[in-house]
Structures are given as C-alpha cells and as structure tokens.
T-cell receptor
C-alpha cells in the first residue's frame, strides 16, 4: 500500500483554523485519500475522503494538491473536542481494501 | 441512531484464562471487522466478516484467537489461554458491506481494553 507521512504533532488555539498536512508522494491513480481521527479512549472516527477534487462536509474540508502528492485536512474552527490523533490513509479500489492500516498520525492539541 | 457497541469496556484477566469480547454492529451493516491496537502502535487488522462468513481471517495472530458471528449481527472474539502480549485495545467496526465499495466508511466501536496480568 502507498505510504503517507504526517507530522507527529501540531498545536492550535480554540476557535482558530487548523491545517493538518499529509504527504503521499507514491499515491496511485486509483487511491482515495481518507482521514480518520481518534479521540482519547475512543475508537477511530471517519472524517472525510476524496480523490482529486476538494471536499467539504460538516466536520472538515479536504484540500488535495493538483498532483495529488499531498493533501490537507482543514478544521475551520477548532474546538477542544477536536483534540485527537488524526490519521491520513490511502484506500485503493482493489485487493483487501477493507483492511484499514493507520500509521502514527498527527496528535492535535487544542489550547483553550 | 445507535452506533457500534462493544462489551466489556475493560477486561482484566490472568495469564492462561480465556476471554470473550462482544461486538454489536450498526443495524443493517453486513460487514464487520475486528482490529487490535496496542499501546503506541498502529491499527492491526484481525478478521473480516461478510454476513456470518469470515472470508479473511489472515490477521488472527495465532490459533488461540477465534471469532464468530451469528444471525448476521453480533460477533464474539475469543482469546484462549491469554498471554501478556495479548494486552491491547480490541476494536470492532462495521460497514454497509456493499461489494466493491472501496471507499465504504467503517464505523468503530469504543473498544475493549484487555489487560492480561
């Protein structure tokens, strides 16, 4: 599976926007970019996914670079509840694509 | 609506004992997955169910681990003769199970924290 690279940690202030980067330089044309997050002592939670175009939902926005070698998860106004580990993963249409594999992710700290 | 639920939330057991972990998926979800997450480690796939069948058991670490699913709903993960290295958070997830939907979202339960002394 193509690999992703994320910073180990980031810090933000409450009610400010947060941009969480992810590099995936070996992404293939059929890989979708997915983001999950895991709040403390909880199971992972789906956030958003996309292929080529930028995506918006009620939780966040996903900005995908034109060459698709990187992407950014955008939280428009961080809240204390957004403090979590954020995982960027690639999911392909073939093979055992149901097996989610998370790396270390980015630990987001939100300061009040 | 109700999400994925797991029980117990925490389990402490002695080495050598058997444990059963339960997962109730979202109603109507035909696909169910078990994962394991050890402290400081990533997510480790264990087994995948489609209905009551398990087409992929490749992630089960040893023959001490088994899982079943009945009625296309509840699943039980059983660990026999537990070892200290089995200590981890065991996560269950479910999804609609539509074949070929590679971007199908998996919804996770809160996990069962297993500690083997």
């Amino acid at each position: 599976d193509a690999k992703t690279t994320q910073p180990n940690s980031m810090e933000s202030n409450e009610e400010e926007p947060v941009h969480l980067p992810c590099n995936h330089s070996t992404i293939s044309g059929t890989d979708y970019i997915h983001w999950y997050r895991q709040l403390p002592s909880q199971g992972p939670e789906y956030v958003i996914h996309g292929l080529t175009s930028n995506v918006n939902n009620r939780m966040a926005s996903l900005a995908i670079a034109e060459d698709r070698k990187s992407s950014t998860l955008i939280l428009h106004r961080a809240t204390l509840r957004d403090a979590a580990v954020y995982y960027c993963i690639l999911r392909n249409s073939g093979g055992s694509n149901y097996k989610l594999t998370f790396g270390k992710g980015t630990l987001l700290t939100v300061n009040p | 609506g109700a999400g994925v639920s797991q029980s117990p939330s925490n389990k402490v057991t002695e080495k050598g004992k058997d444990v059963e972990l339960r997962c109730d998926p979202i109603s109507g979800h035909t696909a169910l997955y078990w994962y394991r997450q050890s402290l400081g480690q990533g997510l480790e796939f264990l087994i995948y169910f489609q209905g009551n069948s398990a087409p992929d058991k490749s992630g089960l670490p040893s023959d001490r681990f088994s899982a079943e699913r009945t009625g296309g709903s509840v699943s039980t993960l059983t660990i026999q003769r537990t070892q200290q290295e089995d200590s981890a958070v065991y996560l269950c997830a479910s999804s609609l199970g539509t074949s070929g939907r590679y971007q199908e979202t998996q919804y996770f339960g809160p996990g069962t924290r297993l500690l083997v002394l």
